[in-house]
């Protein structure tokens, strides 16, 4: 049977929002109808400021809540969104799993691995879909790295993100009234946030593994911010260097930096093979390797050996892990969903395992046993 699924919605702050603009173009679409929208903070809820971000939003008929528990009982719900800090969860997605609600949960799904796992033996007792906001597994450049390394012997990925303080984005949740940051960056601090590796590095991380495989432990060294500069610049470190290693063998690096008074953004991501190259430029994918008879009679022509993987669009990604999810909902099917609530698991671990490592002064940490033994 294939329904018309209908969906809720729970923060409606700068994620929350994103998601709403998406499945609102699925719902002009006829693909899925959005019946309800929670959020602990009513200004977040009114029409007028939710038109500001989607400016085709109506609120109609939709079911504004400001406690979860009306939202999951009088929601007519199908599936719900969890789009909330992931420090203040407070049992929200296994009780909605434990009443059958298929779910979509942004990452970092928590702080806490033991709170990840609940959740995750909840969505599986209840046998209800769920997907992770990994949305660059939707990007049409990433898919084609990836079937392009599916065959190949990997032996080293590369991601570097150097990123800014004053990059932070907009948040809407109201950090000042929750003892939290009076300037609503939540993401510049450590107690809500987890780190930079955990709230934006676990995008890299997913990213490699996604190309590269399963991760089987971290090591991690992270620069401090020096402590005069918190109170304007935020308690999460200045540098992070991570290294993975890969259950295949290969070696991955994760380096990444939110410096203030920078303004600027760069990225590089890059993966080796046995016998190659690959980047991702300004206009897409390259692979460099050489095909010809091996030894070649003099050095190949740089040309000759770069080979661009697709000239595609690379598409709107968050509307795409939209579609898939609301596709896997409408026809209770999960082979849409790529980045499914277990797996994501391992991305969640991966980069609090950086953050135990970094601790712990660069000690190696096996993923396997962080996911046995979460405390
Ligand atoms: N996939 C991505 O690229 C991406 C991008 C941005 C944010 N995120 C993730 O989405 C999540 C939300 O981040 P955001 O940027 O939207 O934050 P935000 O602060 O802008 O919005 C959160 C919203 O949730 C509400 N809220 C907070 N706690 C609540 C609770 N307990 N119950 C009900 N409502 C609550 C707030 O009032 C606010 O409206 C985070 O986990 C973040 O990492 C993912």
């Not at 971290?218 to 402590?227: E, G, M, S």
């Not at 190949?300 to 080979?307: D, G, M, V, W």
Request: charged share 20%; net charge negative; hydrophobic share 40%.
């Amino acid at each position: 049977m294939v329904i018309t699924p209908r969906v809720g919605i729970l923060g409606v702050g700068q994620r929350g929002l994103q998601h709403l603009a998406a499945l609102w173009r699925l719902q002009e679409m006829g693909l899925v109808r959005v019946t309800a929208l929670g959020d602990m903070y009513p200004p977040n809820l009114e029409e007028a400021k939710i038109r500001r971000h989607v400016p085709s939003y109506r609120q109609g008929q939709i079911r504004c809540h400001t406690a979860f528990e009306s939202l999951i009982v009088d929601g007519e719900l199908d599936a719900l969104y969890v789009c909330i800090p992931p420090n203040r969860h407070n049992g929200e997605v296994v009780q909605a799993a434990d009443r059958g609600l298929d779910l979509f949960v942004e990452k970092p799904m928590s702080l806490r691995l033991d709170e990840a796992l609940a959740m995750d033996a909840a969505i599986a007792r209840n046998g209800v879909l769920a997907a992770v906001g990994f949305q660059q597994r939707y990007d049409g450049w990433h898919a084609a790295v990836r079937e392009f390394l599916s065959e190949k012997r990997i032996v080293m990925a590369t991601m570097v993100h150097t990123g800014s303080v004053e990059s932070h984005n907009e948040k809407h949740t109201p950090t000042e009234a929750l003892g939290g940051p009076a300037s609503r960056v939540w993401t510049a601090f450590q107690e809500w946030s987890g780190s930079s590796a955990v709230e934006a590095g676990i995008h890299q991380t997913d990213l490699m593994r996604y190309w590269c495989g399963e991760i089987e432990s971290v090591q991690a060294r992270y620069v401090a911010r020096d402590a005069p500069l918190v109170e304007t610049e935020g308690d999460n470190p200045m540098a992070y260097s991570v290294t993975y290693a890969f259950a295949n063998g290969a070696v991955g690096h994760l380096i990444m930096s939110r410096l203030a008074r920078v303004f600027h953004q760069e990225d590089y991501l890059h993966v080796l093979w046995d016998h190659g190259h690959l980047s991702i430029e300004s206009h897409g994918p390259v692979a460099f390797y050489y095909e010809g008879a091996y030894p070649p009679p003099s050095t190949p022509p740089t040309e000759s050996l770069q080979h661009p993987l697709c000239t595609a669009d690379r598409g709107d990604s968050t509307l795409e892990i939209n579609r898939a999810f609301v596709e896997a909902v409408s026809r209770k099917d999960p082979s849409p969903i790529r980045s499914p609530f277990r797996d994501a698991l391992h991305s969640l671990a991966a980069v609090l395992g950086a953050n135990a490592s970094s601790e712990r002064d660069g000690e190696r940490v096996f993923l396997a046993d962080l996911l046995e033994n979460p405390d």
